[in-house]
């Protein structure tokens, strides 16, 4: 079975930090990328931030120098250090695996980050 779960998100204040986990099931321990991205109500599904199994990163503009992506092969999961948060960040989080490039991604239910002023 295919599973994505996420915890973590919550609210904070602007300036604060969340951290947010995905582990995915054994059938996508090995996938090729794992990461994040984020949709705010009326835009697009974005970027945050992405890592492979050989272990590059990739990462929104928005979020350069202020989030942190780590992957951990041994127990297919991703952990997402968010720090200095703004309410441009406000947006459900979903955790995403791709088995190989340029295939599907699947996708977690998502997990709601709100960031007051």
């Known amino acids: 079975q295919v599973q994505l779960m996420e915890s973590g998100g919550g609210f904070v204040q602007s300036g604060g930090s969340l951290r947010l986990s995905c582990v995915a099931s054994?059938?996508?321990?090995?996938?090729?990328?794992m990461g994040w991205y984020r949709q705010a109500p009326g835009k697009e599904r974005e970027l945050v931030a992405e890592?492979?199994?050989?272990?590059?990163?990739n990462y929104g503009d928005s979020v350069k120098g202020r989030f942190t992506i780590t992957r951990d092969n041994a127990k297919s999961s991703i952990t997402l250090e968010m720090n200095n948060l703004n309410s441009e960040d406000t947006a459900v989080y979903y955790c995403?695996?791709?088995?190989?490039?340029?295939?599907?991604?699947?996708w977690g239910r998502g997990t709601q980050v709100t960031v007051g002023s």
């Open positions: 995403s695996a791709q088995e190989r490039p340029n295939y599907p991604r699947y």
């Open positions: 054994t059938m996508l321990s090995r996938a090729h990328t």
């Open positions: 890592a492979t199994l050989g272990g590059s990163t």
